[in-house]
């Protein structure tokens, strides 16, 4: 086994199945379901399979960058809820769209900083940090709502999530932008070197002068803005503010994190392994659906599949040394 390991064909192969693997997979779902439900690849449900993994991308993107660092954020969901059910109300009462938007992205950002500041600076580990965090959301949500829907009738506001420009959903554009602005941070800035050198050795990271502390703080408030971003489209698409809003949203976008690849203890991911991951997610779940699955089952296949992610993770690295 171990001269098989040493072999350079072998080598180069593990290497080519890590860099293409989840290619290979989208392609190989792509063909099967084509085959079962050939309305699979018509342009109406691909652009729909891209519409509803905008969101889950999103939340996706936050949580590589902490993941990157080795933590993990288990409030974005909730944070999701607030920013929902702050934005719907402030429209019912006739406050302007942009007020309205900012000042509940403005509550995804304040929890987002203290979810950074109780792990950075508390020494919370981030598991308990975002868990409490994702309790006293849950619970402002109900609390602020009244346990009520708020309904949204402006269109401008509406059109975030249900318009389109040129042809393509306007969620979609939206990811797009996201994934595109992430994947330059954490590639050609001093930043993105930071949030990975803190995920690969911390102690390293210190005594190299990276200023861990504010990289951690920054990589919770990244996530917690994109939950805020992720809120609004969701309302929009709904037409409601809703303080149950993004229940399970964590689950999904920590199981496109690991199935793209990035490493759970933190040092190694990409964002484009990400957006194939949440791609994966996006065609499963389509597929699931299609195939007139229950939506019950669709939770434990998505629950198996973060295990095999991270079972294939753990694998690679012990081949790989």
Request: overall charge positive.
């Amino acid at each position: 086994m171990g001269s098989i390991a040493a072999n350079p064909l072998y080598k180069k192969g593990l290497g080519l199945l890590q860099r293409f693997g989840l290619l290979l997979v989208i392609i190989i779902l792509s063909i099967v379901m084509s085959i079962v439900r050939p309305v699979f690849l018509t342009s109406g449900n691909l652009v729909n399979v891209l519409r509803q993994v905008s969101m889950n991308g999103i939340l996706a993107v936050g949580i590589t960058f902490v993941i990157l660092t080795g933590g993990i954020d288990l409030s974005v969901g909730a944070i999701v809820a607030v920013t929902s059910v702050i934005a719907g109300r402030m429209m019912e009462e006739g406050h302007s769209i942009i007020s309205a938007v900012a000042f509940g992205m403005l509550a995804a950002l304040v929890i987002g900083l203290m979810n950074g500041s109780l792990i950075a600076i508390g020494g919370l580990p981030p598991f308990i940090a975002t868990l409490s965090t994702q309790a006293i959301s849950r619970g402002f949500a109900l609390v602020y709502s009244n346990g009520r829907p708020y309904l949204i009738q402006r269109d401008e506001f509406l059109a975030i999530g249900k318009g389109s420009s040129l042809g393509v959903p306007n969620p979609i554009w939206i990811l797009l932008v996201v994934c595109v602005l992430a994947f330059i941070v954490l590639n050609f800035t001093v930043f993105g070197r930071h949030v990975y050198a803190l995920g690969g050795n911390r102690q390293a990271s210190k005594l190299a002068g990276v200023r861990t502390k504010i990289v951690e703080i920054s990589v919770y408030t990244i996530a917690g803005v994109l939950a805020g971003i992720t809120a609004i489209i969701l309302s929009a698409r709904i037409s409601s503010g809703q303080p149950t809003a993004g229940q399970s949203f964590e689950m999904d976008a920590i199981a496109a994190t690991a199935i793209g690849g990035t490493s759970l203890v933190g040092g190694s991911g990409t964002i484009g392994g990400t957006i194939m991951g949440f791609i994966i997610i996006g065609i499963m779940i389509n597929s699931l659906t299609l195939l007139g699955v229950s939506s019950f089952y669709q939770q434990i296949v998505k629950g198996f599949i973060i295990i095999a992610a991270v079972m294939l993770d753990l694998q690679m690295k012990r081949r790989g040394n």
